[in-house]
């Protein structure tokens, strides 16, 4: 485990065993659509056109159980050094079981492994980000995001997202 959240792992063993958090499957795509689509209304999302989905579920992370997927995350590459987590849900019947956090645990992980230095997220509440040593910066420290996607937003300018980031430590490889 990392330095950003210490003690995760056990409380993870100790919750849901029946959970997984693995990479998404080529053929879990309308199932990802369906779940960002189902949190839009409620504010936790902003809309993903099924077929950019479809582009991207070899980016994605989901939380699974025996009723299927019910969380994921998208970890995007924004520039050589910086991902972004977006996309980032937890189905409302599978809330405060921390999933949430195990979910976005792995997608910290796998962005280190990745070898990005710094991740960010937008996000509505930034409670859990924070909880796993994210910080709230200015949407200014993010330029890569708003040239990328921002510019084109209906929110761009008026945006009710929390910027967040967090300085990744280096993966240490050690030699037998």
Not at 54 to 75: D, K, N, R, W, Y
Not at 91 to 102: E, M, N, P
Not at 128 to 157: A, M, N, Y
Request: hydrophobic share 40%.
């Amino acid at each position: 485990m990392t330095d950003f959240a210490p003690n995760l792992q056990a409380r993870f063993r100790e919750n849901d065993s029946a959970m997984e958090v693995r990479p998404a499957a080529p053929d879990e795509a309308e199932d990802l659509f369906r779940l960002i689509t189902d949190n839009i209304e409620n504010g936790h999302l902003l809309p993903r056109p099924l077929g950019e989905i479809v582009l991207h579920v070899p980016s994605f992370l989901v939380a699974t159980g025996p009723t299927g997927i019910v969380g994921c995350a998208e970890l995007a590459r924004l520039g050589p050094a910086l991902a972004e987590i977006r996309s980032f849900v937890v189905a409302d019947t599978h809330r405060s079981q921390g999933i949430g956090t195990r979910l976005l645990s792995r997608t910290i992980e796998t962005a280190q492994c990745q070898g990005y230095k710094k991740l960010c997220a937008f996000a509505y509440d930034p409670h859990l980000f924070i909880r796993l040593g994210f910080s709230i910066v200015p949407h200014t420290w993010v330029p890569e995001k708003i040239s990328t996607d921002c510019h084109q937003c209906v929110w761009f300018r008026h945006c009710r997202q929390y910027a967040v980031a967090l300085e990744l430590k280096p993966i240490r490889v050690t030699t037998s």
